[in-house]
């Protein structure tokens, strides 16, 4: 069983969906292993990306080479977007523009914004639209509090009860550089597997084997309600195990917040000094 790697310091090119930090620039990943992963494994989809940070731009990157079209968005609008569809292949939109026409869109953004896009967003959408939700809740760093989530509501059903449609969790738990760089081959020793959350087994479906086009071994972690099992503080959160170590990590998770994962009367600090 391929076990964790170092541990990064909090919000160092931080997991999940987040806000690229202010001042920096998205990055693009450092060179990785090629694939022969082609889009014959994961069928050609029209893909929306709300939120242009680490896992967004990342994702982006990724799954334009997968031969996917992709949208994305952020909050501050697609002309602030260029250098990322230029150097990704993605297609800059207006957030309310990502989920028109599309198979599944990722929403990957801070938690806390999440009630802060467009009304109605997924009103007009079909009822097969797969809603993608990476997203993750630091109290102390970035959020504060949230009352639901403290009080024991899996933060994406939280995510869910906003964006009025339904979800599934995933890609909350690596950090964006290993998205990028860590992709191998189906069968390698210590490949990185990926929980997968969510309710409708046919989206789900679809989006573990995106994860496994993407490189890494996805692994059924049951319905929204069990999604908990994957938030910050848990044993497969940024730990990069394999398909057995996170089978065995979700078995493992405790349901209750340590202090690391709960707010204070301070909150929110930052990710370089929590609150």
């Known amino acids: 069983m391929?076990?964790?790697?170092?541990?990064?310091?909090?919000?160092?090119?931080?997991?999940?969906?987040?806000?690229?930090?202010?001042?920096?620039?998205?990055?693009?990943?450092s060179a990785r292993p090629c694939l022969t992963t082609t889009p014959s494994r994961s069928r050609r989809m029209k893909i929306g990306i709300i939120g242009a940070g680490n896992i967004g731009g990342t994702l982006a990157r990724r799954l334009t080479e997968l031969g996917h079209e992709v949208v994305v968005a952020n909050s501050r609008g697609p002309q602030?977007?260029?250098?990322?569809?230029?150097?990704?292949g993605a297609r800059a939109v207006a957030a309310e523009d990502a989920p028109k026409g599309a198979d599944l869109v990722v929403v990957t953004i801070p938690e806390i914004r999440v009630p802060d896009l467009p009304a109605g967003l997924f009103d007009d959408v079909s009822e097969?639209?797969?809603?993608?939700?990476?997203?993750?809740?630091?109290?102390?760093?970035?959020?504060?509090?949230?009352?639901e989530i403290e009080e024991g509501l899996p933060e994406s059903r939280w995510a869910e009860k906003r964006l009025r449609h339904p979800v599934i969790k995933a890609f909350n738990n690596i950090y964006?550089?290993?998205?990028?760089?860590?992709?191998?081959?189906?069968?390698?020793?210590?490949?990185?597997?990926?929980?997968?959350?969510?309710?409708?087994?046919?989206?789900?479906?679809?989006?573990?084997?995106?994860?496994?086009?993407?490189?890494?071994?996805?692994?059924?972690?049951?319905?929204?309600?069990?999604?908990?099992?994957?938030?910050?503080?848990?044993?497969?959160?940024?730990?990069?195990?394999?398909?057995?170590?996170?089978?065995?990590?979700?078995?493992?998770?405790?349901?209750?917040?340590?202090?690391?994962?709960?707010?204070?009367?301070?909150?929110?600090?930052?990710?370089?000094?929590?609150?």
């Open 2 to 29: 391929r076990g964790p790697r170092r541990t990064r310091r909090l919000g160092e090119n931080r997991a999940g969906g987040d806000g690229l930090p202010h001042g920096r620039e998205w990055r693009r990943p």
């Open 128 to 147: 097969h639209l797969i809603v993608v939700d990476t997203g993750n809740y630091y109290p102390r760093q970035r959020d504060g509090r949230i009352d």
């Open 80 to 88: 602030t977007l260029t250098d990322l569809a230029a150097e990704t």
């Open 176 to 275: 964006a550089q290993h998205l990028g760089d860590e992709a191998r081959e189906p069968g390698t020793p210590g490949r990185i597997a990926l929980p997968v959350a969510g309710d409708d087994e046919r989206a789900k479906a679809v989006v573990m084997e995106l994860v496994d086009a993407l490189g890494f071994d996805p692994v059924d972690a049951g319905g929204l309600d069990e999604s908990w099992r994957q938030q910050p503080g848990t044993p497969v959160y940024t730990t990069d195990l394999d398909a057995e170590g996170v089978r065995r990590g979700l078995a493992e998770a405790g349901r209750d917040r340590t202090a690391q994962w709960r707010a204070t009367p301070a909150s929110p600090g930052t990710f370089d000094a929590p609150a």
